[in-house]
């Protein structure tokens, strides 16, 4: 027996994979840009954390709570900020992952993508 040729349906679906694999790579390439632009924040607040945080011994005049204050502090909020960036660029992963999957899954009630 001869297989069955594809009908119209088969070309379809193969030509909205294109179009939907098309659309995913644009949507990576915007995201993997922001992450990539988000990981370079990151690396420069790095490179910057000796310049927010004051060294251990006080200057004059000063207590030595006041500078442990201040260091904590500093990096308290570097670790937020870091925190903050390492959740967005989950929150872009997910969201790429998700719309991904949402442009190639048919509905099983009224068969639309």
Known sequence: ???????????????????????????????????????????????AKPVLTPPSTPPSGSSNMDGLQTRSRALLALE???????????DIVFET?????QSIVTCSCCNTK
Do not use: C, W
């Open 1 to 47: 027996m001869k297989p069955k040729a594809e009908g119209s349906t088969g070309s379809t679906s193969k030509a909205d994979r294109k179009s939907s694999t098309a659309a995913y790579e644009e949507m990576m390439q915007s995201y993997e840009s922001k992450i990539e632009a988000l990981k370079q924040t990151r690396d420069a607040l790095d490179n």
């Open 80 to 90: 937020l900020l870091t925190e903050m960036v390492d959740d967005l660029t989950m």
């Open 97 to 101: 992952h998700f719309q991904a999957k």
